[in-house]
């Protein structure tokens, strides 16, 4: 059974940092891509970044580039998200999920079957 577990949530000031962790289990990392979202209150879910395996290429949504950054330790079924000079506007529940049959690095919520339960940040102005 795949699992993804997100951690590394909580609550920063404005222009503080936080590192969000999810892992993988349950599967064979090879070729797949993992994409980070959130979703605020009264707010549809939206895509932050994403990750593909076969060659390491990512993604940002505008809102968060120069400030993001994704990365992989495929030894340890982890991937990251780096997240610098954070803003109120970032304050949302953060999800990670896994494409098992990935199309180049997308961030559209459909490409992606597999979901973790969610991570809360919070950012205090």
């Known amino acids: 059974e795949v699992q993804l577990v997100e951690s590394g949530g909580g609550l920063v000031q404005a222009g503080g940092s936080l590192r969000l962790s999810c892992a993988a289990s349950g599967f064979t990392f090879d070729d797949y891509a993992i994409g980070w979202f959130r979703q605020a209150p009264g707010k549809e879910r939206e895509g932050v970044s994403c990750?593909?395996?076969?060659?390491?290429?990512?993604k940002y949504a505008d809102s968060v580039k120069g400030r993001f950054t994704i990365s992989s330790d495929n030894a340890k079924n982890t991937v990251y998200l780096q997240m610098n000079s954070l803003k109120p506007e970032d304050t949302a529940v953060y999800y990670c999920a896994l494409d098992l049959i990935p199309w180049g690095s997308s961030l559209a919520l459909k490409s992606y079957d597999y979901w973790g339960q969610g991570t809360q940040v919070t950012v205090s102005s």
């Open positions: 990750i593909r395996s076969s060659d390491g290429s990512t």
